[in-house]
């Protein structure tokens, strides 16, 4: 079992850029798919972002295509978020997921691919 813990979150001026990173705490002897979401209030829990166990490959939400880049490094078993132009609509608590495994492409962003969940973090893109 992996325990992801996030890290990151903040407030921004629309525009601006933050980092979140996660550490999928526990078995650090696998690496696993990982996954942001995000849910804004009132708003059902979406996905963000994902990035496969190897091969680097990638999935993300159309509208923050070209403004986010999801990304990991093995060595430190840590995944990030880099979030660039951020806009009022970016506001949520962000969350990181771990799946076992190597997931299949297309199931990347079903929150049902995933087994572990952080307990967020909260980003807010204000003036």
């Known amino acids: 079992q992996v325990q992801p813990v996030e890290s990151g979150g903040g407030l921004v001026q629309p525009g601006g850029s933050l980092r979140l990173s996660c550490a999928p705490s526990?078995?650090?002897?696998?690496?696993?798919?990982m996954a942001w979401f995000r849910q804004a209030p009132g708003k059902n829990r979406e996905f963000v972002a994902a990035?496969?166990?190897?091969?680097?490959?990638?999935a993300y939400l159309d509208t923050v295509k070209g403004r986010f880049i999801v990304s990991r490094d093995n060595m430190k078993n840590l995944v990030y978020l880099q979030m660039n132009n951020l806009k009022p609509e970016d506001t949520a608590v962000y969350y990181c997921?771990?799946?076992?495994?190597?997931?299949?492409?297309?199931?990347?962003?079903?929150?049902?691919?995933?087994?572990?969940w952080g307990q967020g973090t909260q980003v807010t893109v204000s003036s």
């Open positions: 526990g078995r650090s002897d696998r690496t696993y798919a």
């Open positions: 997921a771990a799946a076992a495994g190597n997931p299949v492409t297309s199931s990347l962003g079903h929150a049902r691919t995933y087994d572990d």
């Open positions: 990035i496969k166990r190897t091969g680097g490959g990638t």
